[in-house]
Every structure is written in structure tokens, then in C-alpha cells.
């Protein structure tokens, strides 16, 4: 009897699938661009530079959602020396790759956030960016968490030179 629940166990196990999936990237802040930060726009002298939106929170989420699937990587997918992504709306790219996913059935449990930015302060904008995330990505607002690091003064990041994210996320099916 025993064996046979060790059984039914195992096959259960095998049913039920849990991956992550790890992303990063980095833009550099320049003049005439606006900031975009998880899809919010944020008051800011300065804007990330980049092909599309260059909003590196939705790159890098995009990267940790595909590294999870095992479906590659954002460059693999949306090279940017495409014209039709000039400018364009990071969600795309999350809503894509969402629906690359659940093709497959996988379905996204939580998503833990890294921001790098000496400038501009992120606390006031922290709740916001992750309630935009919970939106794009289905998910109640405690299955998101948006951080907020500085540089400490060094680095590109400290001297405000660029901005940068960490994305970790767990899918299942
Ligand atoms: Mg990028």
C-alpha cells in the first residue's frame, strides 16, 4: 500500500512543474528621451536610451519569463535592428512572450524585482510600477515586489550614468 502512494506521489510530481528564470538588463540615460520604468512614465531631465521604449524593467522581465521556458532570449526574439520595434511599447514584448508561455501552459506564480538607479529616488514610484506589472501580468499585487537599489556613488549606476534591473520569476504547470 505504501508503495503503491509512493507511487501515485511520484506521478503527481512529475505532473506538476516548477521552473525559474533569471533577467537583467541595462540602458544608458541621456537627455531627450523620456523615463520609462515597468511601463510607468517617471518625471525625470533624462530618459533610457535604446531601439524601443528602452524600459528595462519589461527587457528584463521579458528575459526572465523566456529563461524560464527554456524559449531563449529577448535579443533572439525582438533584435534591434528591427524597424518594427523602434520606439516600441515594451508590453509587447512581455504580452508575446505571456502568450509563448501559456501555449506551452505554463503560468507565471511570482515575479521579484531589482531596480538599479542612483536618480531619480524610485520609492514614490515603487507601488506604482508594481501595480503596473500585476496588470500587464495577471497577477494579484502580492505576487509582484519591485525593489529599489542605488549605486552608492560608483559604477555606471552611481555616477547616473544608466539603470539597471534584476527580474527573478517561478512559473508552474
Ligand atoms: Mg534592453
Not at 3 to 11: I, N
Not at 35 to 62: K, N, Q
Not at 126 to 147: F, G, Q, S, W, Y
Amino acid at each position: 500500500m505504501a508503495t503503491q502512494s509512493r507511487g501515485h506521489a511520484t506521478q503527481l510530481l512529475r505532473l506538476y512543474e516548477m521552473r525559474v528564470g533569471i533577467g537583467h538588463d541595462t540602458h544608458r540615460l541621456v537627455e531627450g528621451r523620456p523615463l520609462i520604468l515597468g511601463g510607468v512614465t517617471i518625471e525625470h531631465p533624462r530618459g533610457l536610451a535604446g531601439h524601443s521604449d528602452a524600459d528595462v524593467v519589461l527587457h528584463a522581465l521579458t528575459d526572465a519569463l523566456l529563461g524560464a521556458a527554456g524559449l531563449g532570449d529577448i535579443g533572439d526574439l525582438y533584435p534591434d535592428t528591427d524597424p518594427r520595434h523602434k520606439d516600441a511599447d515594451s508590453a509587447v514584448f512581455v504580452r508575446e512572450t505571456l502568450q509563448r508561455l501559456q501555449k506551452d501552459a505554463w503560468r507565471v506564480v511570482n515575479v521579484d524585482v531589482i531596480i538599479f538607479a542612483q536618480q531619480p529616488k524610485l520609492g514614490p514610484v515603487k507601488t506604482t510600477i508594481r501595480r503596473h506589472l500585476a496588470e500587464l501580468l495577471d497577477l494579484p499585487a502580492d505576487a509582484v515586489n519591485v525593489k529599489a537599489k542605488t549605486g552608492e556613488h560608483v559604477g555606471s549606476i552611481g555616477r547616473g550614468e544608466a539603470i539597471a534591473c534584476q527580474v527573478i520569476v517561478l512559473i508552474d504547470h
